[in-house]
T-cell receptor, first 116, second 116 residues
Framework: AQSVTQPDIHITVSEGASLELRCNYS??????LFWYVQSPGQGLQLLLKYFSGDTLVQGIKGFEAEFKRSQSSFNLRKPSVHWSDAAEYFC??????????????FGTGTQLKVEL | EAEVAQSPRYKITEKSQAVAFWCDPI?????LYWYRQILGQGPELLVQFQDESVVDDSQLPKDRFSAERLKGVDSTLKIQPAELGDSAMYLC??????????????FGEGSRLTVL
């Protein structure tokens, strides 16, 4: 079965600093990978996704992520963090298709705090 | 922009009572998901529907939880009786059916349950 590990529970960065959130996955075949963001008390919003092709994917809000098969990683990056980026970030993997839908398995999340 | 609607946003109930959550997916989305998110953890899939059929309910505690999507549109998730450990955010999501893959999941804002 597929799994996702987000090793950092909490990360604090200063506004304007660069950011990298780590994600490692476990899946036997080519994974389909996602990053979602969740603001307090809200649902999840998709930041970006990787299915195939270019291993560097661009997302919304200035985020990008790089798929590295050799490291089983899909780390999320942003060159300059804004205070509004403070939220919880979830990495997720699709481990298989059931009836045509996507079955997402989420990591435990990384809580990002931004210092002004 | 079309959204996934959920109600109620907040529910406080006493142990052993019955609770129900409702979800209206984005129009045309054949696949509907219910996720449970315990505080500090990532979302966990409870049940997945393709139209009105259950595709995956392997993680649904069937002794107390039930879910239905009778007409293949909106869905209800019920808990009876509620237990203290059921306190969580219940997230609904929907996606288009695609023959291959790649469908993005769109999440509602969630229903937060507190069991006293």
């Amino acid at each position: 079965a597929q799994s996702v590990t987000q090793p950092d529970i909490h990360i604090t960065v200063s506004e304007g600093a660069s950011l990298e959130l780590r994600c490692n996955y476990s899946y036997g075949a080519t994974p389909y990978l996602f990053w979602y963001v969740q603001s307090p008390g809200q649902g999840l919003q998709l930041l970006l996704k990787y299915f195939s092709g270019d291993t560097l994917v661009q997302g919304i809000k200035g985020f990008e992520a790089e798929f590295k098969r050799s490291q089983s990683s899909f780390n999320l990056r942003k060159p300059s963090v804004h205070w509004s980026d403070a939220a919880e970030y979830f990495c997720a993997v699709v481990g298989g298709l059931t009836g045509g839908g996507n079955k997402l398995t989420f990591g435990t999340g990384t809580q990002l705090k931004v210092e002004l | 922009e079309a959204e996934v609607a959920q109600s109620p946003r907040y529910k406080i109930t006493e142990k052993s009572q019955a609770v129900a959550f409702w979800c209206d997916p984005i129009s045309g989305h054949a696949t509907l998901y219910w996720y449970r998110q315990i505080l500090g953890q990532g979302p966990e899939l409870l049940v997945q529907f393709q139209d009105e059929s259950v595709v995956d309910d392997s993680q649904l505690p069937k002794d107390r939880f039930s879910a239905e999507r009778l007409k293949g549109v909106d869905s209800t998730l019920k808990i009876q009786p509620a237990e203290l450990g059921d306190s969580a955010m219940y997230l609904c999501a929907s996606s288009l059916w695609v023959s291959g893959n790649t469908g993005e999941l769109f999440f509602g804002e969630g229903s937060r349950l507190t069991v006293l």
